[in-house]
Each structure stands twice: as C-alpha cells, then as structure tokens.
C-alpha cells in the first residue's frame, strides 16, 4: 500500500502542502529548500501517487537527528508515518548511527505517544522552545539504535 522513497526537488511543493496542513508553526518554504539543498536526507510515503507524508533527518557522525516529520491528515493512524520511522530508523543505523534525537512540543501528547511506540525515552525539556503565537517547551528524546 505505501511506497517509500527518497524526496525529489519536485516533491517539495507537495511536502510543504502537507507541513502546513499539519504543523501549528510550520517550516517556511525556504526551510524546505534550505533543508534540501545542504544535504538533509529526505524521505516521503507515497499511496498510489499521492505523497502523504515526509520525514526530513541529518546525520551528524553517529547521531541521526528527526527534524521534520508529517502526514496528512486523512491519511493519519494508518500506518504511513509508522513506515517512515521504522524507515528512518533502519536508514539511520545503515549510515552508521547509533543514537536518534527528536524535539517534540510538549503539548503534542499524540506525537509523544507516537515516539514512546517506537522506544524513544525523554531526556530533557527546552523551556520555552518553540516561540511565536504556539509557544511550548520541546521535549528532547532520544533512541539507541
């Protein structure tokens, strides 16, 4: 049912469609074409050819760092962003990485609980974090992989 596969330049239009739809204080489209262009690894789920979702991670030596990561709406809770971590993860390990690192707002309890089914443990809280009309703290998480 999904298919992953490594973001193209001409995915970026409709994988910014998908963070604005789903971030409360999204990445700018710049942050998108930035992110691309200095190397960050890139994934997107597509069903059909529809793409529905997008994971964005940099490897820096043996710590593989989740920097973005959306699904569409009406495509979440059926296991497209499952895939993707379980992805993510395997790709992470492949490159050499040995510890995954996340922020998460602390008062996305769904995405926190999203991150614990795959194992990862609370490190630390950011007061203050996120800034802007959604201010939170981030919680730091971690994964030995």
């Not at 992953?4 to 998908?18: C, F, G, R, T």
């Not at 529905?52 to 699904?71: M, R």
């Not at 008062?107 to 443990?121: R, S, V």
């Amino acid at each position: 049912m999904f298919k992953i596969s490594l973001m193209n330049h001409s995915d970026l239009e409709e994988a910014y469609k998908i963070e604005l739809e789903t971030n409360p204080s999204p990445w700018s489209k710049d942050n998108f074409l930035s992110s691309f262009e200095v190397g960050h690894k890139s994934l997107i789920c597509r069903c059909n050819k529809e793409i529905v979702g997008f994971l964005i991670f940099s490897l820096i030596k043996k710590e593989s760092h989740l920097l973005n990561i959306a699904v569409l709406k009406k495509w979440q809770n059926k296991g497209a962003g499952t895939i993707l971590m379980n992805v993510f993860i395997k790709q992470s390990k492949t490159m050499g990485a040995n510890r995954a690192l996340l922020e998460v707002r602390s008062k996305n309890k769904n995405a926190i609980d999203f991150y614990n089914k795959f194992n990862f443990i609370k490190d630390a809280v950011r007061t203050n974090y996120y800034t802007g009309i959604n201010f939170d703290d981030a919680v730091l998480m971690s994964l030995d992989i």
